[in-house]
């Protein structure tokens, strides 16, 4: 997965649906079903309620065919939601290892985050 998680100039860490899709789909079972992104779409106001849901959308570029679609990008907090929706195992993963290492990347100063990576042997997940 490539830039599975985004920084902004605030630190804010986020999400999109559709990474959100890919780590899922990468963590089931060789052989199992993989999930689908206009299924995934389908089901967020369920989890999340449809009041707030309007504030995640935006809009994605295809890079290939120009095509245009909605898609969320979620915070934290509503990624690990979405996530636990499907699988409590991801759920776990994504909170514990994604957000937690950006979150080390952009709070840390990089030498310090450097040798705190190699003295603590983290291990993304």
Known sequence: MTNLMQVTETAVVS???????????SRRPEGSAELRHDSFMTKVPKVLGEGGVQNFLETHVHPQNGQTYPIYRFPKRESMLMAMS?????????????FAHIYLVAKTPKTAYNSYVHKDSYQSG
């Open 15 to 25: 999400m999109t649906s559709l990474e959100i899709v890919e780590f899922i789909n």
């Open 86 to 98: 499907y699988d409590y195992a991801a759920q776990a993963a994504i909170g514990m290892s994604k």
